[in-house]
């Protein structure tokens, strides 16, 4: 008992560390390469990550990396933030970076009213484009492409107060909201993966995501909790192909996390 004692003190103290290191300091560049020239630098779920200390080293990712676009897909901040000014300026200095789209993520569609007004306003005062079920044609490295940006029901994340029964997002919502596929090589941002097989059957050639935070816990490549309260969600870091579509979700910066660090992707596409 003396020298188990010790043992599980000494262990308890590195995995405290380990832990403390992760959810304070770590940010980790993750490279995908698909097998093209068209670089993204792909930015999910900064929550209440998003100061200063953060902000830079996203920054100077970004910096080093000098992608084609910049792709943020939800969860910007958290929904009960009260200052914006950081993420005006996180999204003012990308901006002479790179083009920046964005989706929304749950928690900027939980704001209260006032705030999710002030949140829009302070978006249109950079060079950000906030796509809300809307879609933009863009021409880059001589490639024609439309970005598109969903945005579900806050119901499909949360109904009457809890987890229990969410509702789900079929084609025919998708195309709804969406109308028809574009005509063009299309990049949707999704903030949540979960729906991968619709935003397939919709045509989507690459489809961003996030939400799902890696998982939260990584154990053995797996992730094990959703927000949802779901163990071992089906989509929660990385590239998955789902029918003809390239899922990309990352696993984001903000919110605790072990052994599944925040993380910008940096991706190559075709």
């Not at 100077?60 to 009960?80: H, N, Q």
């Amino acid at each position: 008992m003396k020298r188990i004692i010790p043992t599980v003190l000494f262990s308890a103290g590195i995995f405290s560390v380990c832990t403390l290191t992760e959810n304070k300091f770590m940010l980790r560049k993750r490279r995908e390469n698909l097998g093209g020239e068209l670089k993204i630098f792909h930015i999910s779920d900064i929550h209440k990550k998003n100061n200063c200390i953060f902000n830079k080293k996203i920054l100077k990712l970004a910096g080093e990396e000098m992608p084609d676009l910049i792709f943020i897909t939800g969860d910007l901040v958290s929904r009960y933030e009260t200052d914006f000014s950081e993420t005006e300026k996180l999204l003012s200095l990308l901006g002479e970076i790179a083009p920046i789209y964005m989706c929304m993520g749950n928690h900027e569609q939980s704001l209260l009213p006032d705030k999710r007004r002030e949140f829009m306003k302070m978006v249109n005062r950079t060079a950000a484009r906030l796509l809300i079920n809307e879609r933009e044609n863009v021409d880059v490295r001589g490639k024609k492409l439309c970005v598109c940006g969903v945005q579900q029901d806050y119901s499909t994340y949360k109904n009457d107060g809890g987890y229990g029964k969410l509702d789900g997002f079929t084609l025919k919502q998708m195309k709804a909201l969406m109308g028809e596929r574009p005509d063009r090589e299309t990049l949707l941002l999704a903030h949540n993966p979960l729906f991968a097989e619709t935003y397939a059957q919709w045509g989507a050639d690459f489809t961003f995501s996030g939400h799902i935070h890696g998982g939260v816990v990584r154990l053995f490549g797996k992730g094990l909790l959703s927000p949802e309260r779901r163990f071992f969600p089906k989509y929660s870091k990385g590239v998955y192909s789902v029918g003809r579509m390239k899922l990309l979700v990352s696993a984001g910066i903000g919110k605790l996390r072990l052994f599944n660090p925040p993380e910008v992707v940096v991706y190559n596409i075709p």
